[in-house]
């Protein structure tokens, strides 16, 4: 029998499995804990993010996406025999926790499938805020929802609202915890630059139309026309931070409303100068849509605009009450002109770059230390009383 390494004097082994989707905003706690725990994560050949900036290593793995061609086609025909992982057993042998997400993904299954075999804990971290069961989850990842609910040991839920969603899934109660993910706070915590008579309006996300860039475009069109009054002086500017399929409509949407020049799209903006976009910024947006199959779970950018002491105007959608708490004004999804009236008596009737005061305790709470804190206590938790394996 081979003794548990931690009792051998070794640092436990977790291992972050996150398929294409690992990135250096979520990954960061886990940075806090490598004088614990010898923690890596699987990355692909065909990863969306750069993740160089991580100091976690990075073990390289093979998916059946990495043998296809790239762009479109390749995501199509991905689809036709489904992702996954080349000789999983060989990525994941060895560890002692497994760290996946979500209950519908197929690396979330791979790992749930090989646990009781390669004897690691699986912990999964889930952001869905919405308990789709199987009735509103598609043909492929029923089974994967089946198999990953039985055999996860903790699930660590990013929100109240997705330990709700979790408990209508069927999760047993006492496996579940609520588990906040944290951004790096010192990093975004700059004084704010100075801009001139512009303000800013910052409004990053995905370019898609869950996102609703296009309501801030709508807002922006608002105040520039009369249709909502604008306090005297103010040339609000509108930045919006991200990459997706809407790109090119939203060009042409801002030119066909006339506002070709108070628009800027940015693509592939790199992680570390988004500090600085914060620091400009008279304010950030979130207009966040609601769809079938989705909702905002949690809004990484929320924590940062809050790291950065940015006013914050979002969207009521999903979990953003709870993460911003009161005092952060909302409006209803799609309400663009509740927007505008929002942003004409808030950031744009001051000086441009005036900051936001919010509760000390909640930034500390959304930050990585502290998120990393969390994890740590969860994972004693896991491999406390943990049988051995051979």
């Known amino acids: 029998m081979r003794r548990e390494s931690r009792l051998a004097g070794v640092r436990p082994r ?6 294409h989707q690992v990135n250096p905003w979520e990954l960061r706690p886990w940075e806090e804990l490598l004088d614990r725990y010898d923690v890596s994560y699987l990355r692909t050949g065909s990863a969306l993010f750069d993740t160089s900036l991580l100091r976690l290593p990075a073990r390289p793995v093979r998916t059946v996406r990495d043998m296809l061609p790239g762009g479109r086609l390749g995501d199509l025909l991905t689809r036709i025999p489904g992702d996954r992982y080349l000789n999983p057993a060989r990525a994941l042998r060895g560890a002692d926790i ?8 197929w690396y979330s299954a791979q790992a749930a499938r090989l646990k009781r075999r390669l004897g690691y804990r699986l912990a999964l971290t889930v952001w869905e805020t919405i308990p789709f069961g ?3 989850r598609n043909l492929r990842t029923r089974p994967y929802r089946e198999l990953v609910l039985r055999e996860t040991d903790l699930f660590l839920a990013a929100t109240e609202r997705a330990r ?9 109660p006492e496996r579940i915890r609520v588990a906040p993910p944290g951004v790096d706070l010192e990093r975004f915590a700059g004084p704010p630059v100075a801009g001139g008579s512009q303000h800013l309006i910052l409004s990053p996300g995905r370019l898609v139309w869950e996102k609703g860039h296009q309501d801030a475009i709508r807002a922006l069109a608002a105040l520039r026309d009369g249709v909502v009054a604008a306090p005297d002086g103010a040339t609000p500017h509108l930045l919006i931070v991200g990459a997706g399929p809407d790109e090119e409509r939203l060009r042409r949407y801002a ?14 903006v790199p992680y570390e100068e988004m500090p600085g976009l914060f620091a400009r ?5 979130l207009g966040s849509l609601p769809r079938l199959h989705w909702e905002e779970q949690f809004g990484m950018v929320l924590a940062e605009a809050m790291a950065a ?10 979990a953003i009450p709870e993460v911003v708490g009161p005092g952060v004004p909302q409006f209803a999804p799609g309400d663009w002109l509740g927007l505008a009236r929002l942003l004409a008596a ?4 001051g000086p441009p770059g005036q900051r936001a005061e919010y509760d000390p305790e909640r930034v500390r709470r959304f930050g990585a230390a502290a998120a990393g804190a969390r994890l740590a206590e969860l994972y004693e938790e896991l491999l406390r009383d943990r049988p051995t394996r051979a």
Request: charged share 15%.
């Open 14 to 19: 977790v291992l972050v499995v996150r398929g």
């Open 98 to 105: 497994v760290h996946s997400q979500e209950l519908g993904y």
């Open 134 to 136: 199987d009735t509103y």
């Open 164 to 172: 709700a969603a979790l408990l209508l899934e069927g999760a047993p």
């Open 255 to 268: 030119a066909e409303l006339g506002l070709s020049g108070a628009v800027e799209l940015r693509r592939f």
């Open 281 to 285: 910024a008279s304010c950030m947006v």
């Open 309 to 318: 002491s940015v006013p914050i105007l979002a969207s009521s959608s999903g």
């Open 346 to 349: 808030g950031p744009l009737s």
